[in-house]
Antibody
Framework: QVHLMQSGAEVKEPGASVKVSCKPS????????IHWVRQAPGQGLEWMGWINLNNINKGATKYADNFQGRVTLTMDTSISTVYMELSSLRSDDTALYYCARDSEYYDGANYFDRLGDWGQGTLVIVSS | AIQMTQSPSSLSASVGDRVTITCRAS??????LGWYQQKPGKAPKLLIYGASILQNGVSSRFSGSGSGTDFSLTINSLQPEDLATYYC?????????FGQGTKVEIK
């Protein structure tokens, strides 16, 4: 059974950085992409980026522009863990941060995202 | 970035009703769209990908349709456990973008 275990809640001051971990299990670590999505309190979902764990292009990343270089996704294959680091934290970065496995689907013509497995979420609170 | 606009933002329906949520993209996205269900206090759950392909293990009461700019998620015979917020997500290009969500309540 696929499971994504995320690290615990964090409280950070404005201007600091936070690093959240996501450890998938129940499948071959290097077979898929991992996306990160956040949700501010009472708000909708916001896509942050993905990291490619696939051996063909391992470590490749894609980020949402509106984070303006503040987000960095990395991986440590020795411990099968993915990290999301967000820097220059502001109060509006207070949110629940999710990782999600993308078991991309190919229908012979197109690829479709398929975020079928999610972590439990990590609450990051930014407050002075 | 592609804007995804869902309607309605919320709805209330009775058990057994048929419910339809729509999602409109600001530009054509072929069938590169997924639907996610988020129950209170839980992580999102994939329902539909490729606009109309039902994810394994998801109830057949859920169905998706559409292509280009207009999409819909239909819940047949609404059940109490369908209380949730539903989001569309385009995967046509980057950045991926979600709709603002549709909150479904049970009368």
């Amino acid at each position: 059974q696929v499971h994504l275990m995320q690290s615990g809640a964090e409280v950070k001051e404005p201007g600091a950085s936070v690093k959240v971990s996501c450890k998938p299990s129940g499948y071959t670590f290097s077979d898929y992409y991992i996306h990160w999505v956040r949700q501010a309190p009472g708000q909708g979902l916001e896509w942050m980026g993905w990291i490619n764990l696939n051996n063909i292009n391992k470590g490749a990343t894609k980020y949402a522009d509106n984070f303006q270089g503040r987000v960095t996704l990395t991986m440590d294959t020795s411990i099968s863990t993915v990290y999301m680091e967000l820097s220059s934290l502001r109060s509006d970065d207070t949110a629940l941060y999710y990782c999600a496995r993308d078991s991309e689907y190919y229908d012979g013509a197109n690829y479709f995202d398929r975020l079928g497995d999610w972590g439990q979420g990590t609450l990051v609170i930014v407050s002075s | 970035a592609i804007q995804m606009t869902q309607s309605p933002s919320s709805l209330s329906a009775s058990v057994g009703d048929r419910v339809t949520i729509t999602c409109r993209a600001s530009q054509a996205i072929a069938t590169d769209l997924g639907w996610y269900q988020q129950k209170p206090g839980k992580a999102p759950k994939l329902l539909i990908y490729g606009a109309s392909i039902l994810q394994n293990g998801v109830s057949s009461r859920f169905s998706g349709s559409g292509s280009g700019t207009d999409f819909s998620l239909t819940i047949n015979s609404l059940q109490p456990e369908d209380l949730a917020t539903y989001y569309c997500l385009q995967d046509f290009n980057y950045p991926r973008t979600f709709g603002q969500g549709t909150k479904v309540e049970i009368k």
